[in-house]
């Protein structure tokens, strides 16, 4: 089946320092890819659909400034979260759509834990 | 505004009792009706459901669409602790690629 990594898996930083979160689809070509967030104990909240080859779509209430995404190429998407506070402590998952329209056939990476200090 | 209701949202049950989870939708353009189990990692894929009446069945889950009511269950028989878990309702929409619309998820906990 299709496989979604991200990297890292965990990452802890200081208040005010910037995080790379990647995400890559290994096996099949993904136009679209989603990142979600989740605080513990809650269910995922759609942060933003990143398409490639164009700007991403944030959600209502989601600053594009602080969570850069970047969709370079059909299998690799990234999210910087930008001067990242304590309250930015969160689950991150990324998502990829196996196929344009398709978005049932959405495999989702194993989310990288991110804690500020 | 489209949404997504799961209920209960949180359900403590013994080994080897049957549980139902519910999930109401509210959303233009239905697509499909996706169920994923949330462990301590990211979701798994359960099922997809798209037409009305027909059961899906996967060893002791199954679940069911009712378009009509706008709503789906996702059974749960002979519970393990294994089974403990958050699920997952979401709904696909036909335009495009629009993303699923997530309900908060149900909480099951077995106990031994």
């Known amino acids: 089946g299709a496989v979604v990594s991200q990297h890292p898996s965990r990452v802890i930083c200081k208040s005010g320092t910037s995080v790379k979160i990647e995400c890559r689809s290994l096996d099949f070509q993904a136009t679209t890819m989603f990142w979600y967030r989740q605080f513990p104990k809650q269910s995922l909240m759609l942060m933003a659909t990143s398409n490639e080859g164009s700007k991403a779509t944030y959600e209502q209430g989601v600053e594009k400034d602080k969570f850069l995404i970047n969709h370079a190429s059909l299998t690799l998407s990234t999210l910087t979260v930008t001067s990242a506070h304590p309250e930015d402590s969160s689950f991150y998952i990324c998502?990829?759509?196996?196929?344009?329209?398709?978005?049932?056939?959405?495999?989702f990476g194993p989310g990288t834990r991110l804690l500020v200090l | 505004e489209d949404k997504v209701v799961q209920s209960p949202l949180s359900l403590v049950v013994h080994e080897g009792d049957t549980v139902t989870l519910n999930c109401s939708y509210e959303v233009t353009n239905f697509r499909s009706l996706l169920w994923y189990k949330q462990e301590k990692k990211a979701p798994t894929f359960l099922f997809m459901l798209?037409?009305?009446?027909i059961e899906k069945k996967s060893g002791r889950l199954s679940s069911i669409l009712d378009k009509k009511e706008l709503s789906s269950i996702l059974n749960i028989t002979a519970t393990q602790t294994g089974d403990s878990a958050i699920y997952l309702c979401?709904?696909?929409?036909?335009?495009?690629?629009?993303?699923?619309?997530f309900g908060k998820g149900t909480r099951l906990s077995v106990i031994a």
């Open positions: 979401a709904v696909a929409r036909i335009s495009g690629n629009t993303p699923l619309v």
């Open positions: 998502s990829a759509a196996l196929a344009a329209g398709a978005q049932e056939t959405q495999y």
């Open positions: 798209t037409s009305s009446g």
